[in-house]
């Protein structure tokens, strides 16, 4: 029973921790405005909430299960207070402070309607925090932590993350680069085959 509890323990770890990278990812695309190939820019925010939905449940099962489990020796204080595990408390402490950012992301969320979009959007760029806080003590405490397909799996969503981020960037460059007075007063490029301009291609949200 022990070890069913030690391996489901991991196993949701790991399945936090790809969730919670393509919500990111999904993030970046969402904030972006752009659609993604075949999805709407309507689905891929659906997709955003309901993969962080997906990723709540995993995780709460993920310390629920380590609670239960004797080796992990967690106390239901770990679950709040970081870096006070009796098991590397350094490492574990970085999944602590994860999960209270990822309470901070779902509570502002919530409140949405009364806080303001303003201090949610400013709340929201917490996620960017939790990431690597979640990586270090995936790395750090897990059993898993030797594992090649582990750091695999965690250089392939860095790289997925920082390519969005730069598409997110390029465009941006491109709306700015547009709506600067052109010297030469030359029309924006038009991409033939889609009848669209290039910048409405990477952000049509006007
Ligand atoms: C966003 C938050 C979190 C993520 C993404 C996450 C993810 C992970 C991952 C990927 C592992 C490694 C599994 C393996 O080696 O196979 C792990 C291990 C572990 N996590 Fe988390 N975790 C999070 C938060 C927490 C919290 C809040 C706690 C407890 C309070 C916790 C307790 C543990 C423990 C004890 C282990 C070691 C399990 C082992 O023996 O391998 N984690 N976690």
Redesign the pocket.
């Known amino acids: 029973m022990t070890d069913a509890l ?1 391996y489901f ?9 790809v969730l ?1 990278s393509l919500v990111v990812v999904l993030g970046i695309v969402t904030r972006s405005g752009q659609p993604l190939p075949g999805l709407p820019r309507v689905a891929v925010a659906a997709l955003h909430r309901t993969v962080s939905l997906a ?1 709540l449940a995993f ?1 709460t099962l ?2 629920l299960t ?2 239960l ?1 004797p ?4 106390r239901l204080e ?2 709040v207070l970081p870096f006070r ?1 009796a ?2 408390p350094a490492w ?1 402490g ?3 402070v ?2 209270d ?2 309470v901070l992301l779902v509570a502002s969320s919530l409140l949405r309607q009364r806080i303001g979009v303003r201090a949610w959007r400013w709340l929201h760029w917490a996620a960017y925090l ?1 990431w690597p ?3 270090a ?3 750090g ?5 030797h ?1 090649g397909w ?1 750091l695999t799996v965690v250089v392939a969503w860095r790289w997925l993350m920082i390519g969005a981020l730069k598409s997110v960037n390029s465009c941006r460059s491109l709306d700015s680069a547009s709506s600067l007075p052109s010297s030469s007063h030359e029309p924006p490029t038009s991409d033939a085959s889609s009848g669209t301009t290039s910048t409405t291609k990477c952000n049509d949200r006007k």
Do not use: E, K, P
Not at 9 to 17: A, D, E, K, N, Q
Not at 141 to 145: A, K, Q, S
């Open positions: 030690w323990g991991r196993g949701t770890g790991v399945t936090v921790l919670f990723a995780l993920h310390v380590l609670l489990d080796y992990a020796q967690l770990d679950v595990a098991y590397r574990q970085l999944g602590t994860a999960l950012l990822v939790c806080a979640a990586v003590h995936a790395i405490t897990g059993t898993d932590r594992s582990l």
